[in-house]
C-alpha cells in the first residue's frame, strides 16, 4: 500500500472504528538492534513510500508502516509519545 494521504486516512479510520484492525508498533529493542531495524525493514519501506499489508486470518489484518507522519500522529493521540530522534 503507497504511503499517501487517501490511503492513510482509510487506515486511520479503520483503526479507529473497525475492531478487526490495529496498530502495532515496534520499535528496537536496544541501542544494539537499532542499525539493523533500520537498514533493513524500515529502510525497504521507507525507500518504496509503502506500508506492509499482512492478513494475520480471516478475521485480522497487520499493517507495517514505517515511521512518518502517520506513526508520529497515531503515537501523539494515544500519548504514547513519539520519535527519539
Not at 479507529?16 to 542499525?35: F, I, M, Q, V, Y
Not at 539493523?36 to 499489508?53: E, W
Request: hydrophobic share 45%.
Amino acid at each position: 500500500m503507497k504511503i499517501e494521504p487517501a490511503a492513510m486516512e482509510v487506515l486511520s479510520a479503520k483503526v479507529r472504528t473497525d475492531p478487526r484492525h490495529g496498530l502495532l508498533l515496534c520499535r528496537p529493542a536496544s541501542s544494539a538492534h537499532a542499525d539493523l531495524f533500520r537498514t533493513t525493514l524500515v529502510q525497504y519501506f521507507l525507500d518504496k513510500q509503502a506500508a506492509g499489508i499482512i492478513r494475520v486470518s480471516q478475521n485480522a489484518i497487520l499493517y507495517l508502516v514505517p515511521p512518518g507522519d502517520f506513526v508520529t500522529e497515531h503515537l501523539a493521540v494515544r500519548n504514547w509519545g513519539g520519535p527519539t530522534e
